[in-house]
């Protein structure tokens, strides 16, 4: 029974460059989120996609992207990595929206140098 | 603007012990309200929630308590073990608005001494 998968789990990238995050969400759950966690910080909201629709947007700058497939798996594009990019990046799945019984994959490291 | 506020930042129990976490929010809107604990290299795990209509609910050693009035819930962990040890979050979310997106705590660091 598979749960929430990532991919990559750990990533190093220079300042400048571009990165492609994916997540494999719970079979059957239409619902994808994604949320950066910087070291010591609780998970900021980034995007929500329900039905392969943007249904919610946090507050990061349009750098962050994200699409969601006819298969339900999602990717978060960030374009021009800053430093400040550097965090864990989680994804989490829901059977329907709003996000409650939202389950959290095991999130992606990036790191950007 | 932070809608969610956690304390403490840290936490050292003894084994056996009563862990105590309390968060206060903001926003009346929020009508679900989940903890998370997440272990160093893991994903949050869903823990257990509450919704606002009910002032209190134990799941095992796990037990939230509601306080709609003061817009205040805290997390209690009877009979702390060492394997409580993790990083626990509140979390609260505006289960009937457009974006059901989790608005989290900083979170609290839990340390259960043998």
């Known amino acids: ?12 990238k220079t300042r400048g460059q571009h990165v492609t995050l994916r997540c494999s969400p719970i079979s059957g759950h239409k619902s ?13 909201f980034i995007f929500q996609y329900y039905e392969k629709e943007e249904r919610g947007r946090g507050n990061f700058p349009d ?3 994200a699409r969601q497939f006819p298969n339900y798996s999602s990717e978060l594009n960030v374009n021009a990595l800053l430093l400040g990019d550097s965090a864990l990046y989680l994804c989490a799945s829901s059977p329907r929206q709003p996000n409650t019984e ?9 790191t950007v140098v | 603007q932070q ?20 968060c ?8 679900y ?6 272990f160093p290299g893991k994903g949050p795990a869903l823990l257990i929630a509450i919704r606002p209509d009910v002032s209190e609910k134990k799941e095992g050693r796990f037990t939230i308590s509601f306080n709609k009035s003061a817009k205040q819930f805290s997390l209690h962990i009877m009979d702390s073990q060492p394997g409580d040890s993790a990083t626990y979050f509140c979390a609260a979310v505006n289960y009937g608005g457009s974006q ?7 979170g609290t660091k839990l340390s259960v001494k043998p």
């Open chain 1, 1 to 12: 029974d598979a749960g929430v998968t990532q991919s990559p789990t750990h990533l190093i």
């Open chain 1, 32 to 44: 994808v989120s994604w949320y950066q966690q910087v070291l010591g910080q609780g998970p900021q």
């Open chain 1, 63 to 65: 750098r962050f992207s």
């Open chain 1, 102 to 110: 939202a389950f959290f994959g095991q999130g992606t490291r990036l």
């Open chain 2, 3 to 22: 809608q969610v506020k956690q304390s403490p930042q840290s936490l050292i129990v003894q084994k056996g012990g009563i862990s105590i976490i309390n």
């Open chain 2, 24 to 31: 206060a929010y903001e926003n009346t809107a929020f009508d």
């Open chain 2, 33 to 38: 309200f989940p903890w998370y604990q997440q």
């Open chain 2, 100 to 106: 059901g997106n989790l608005i989290f705590g900083k």
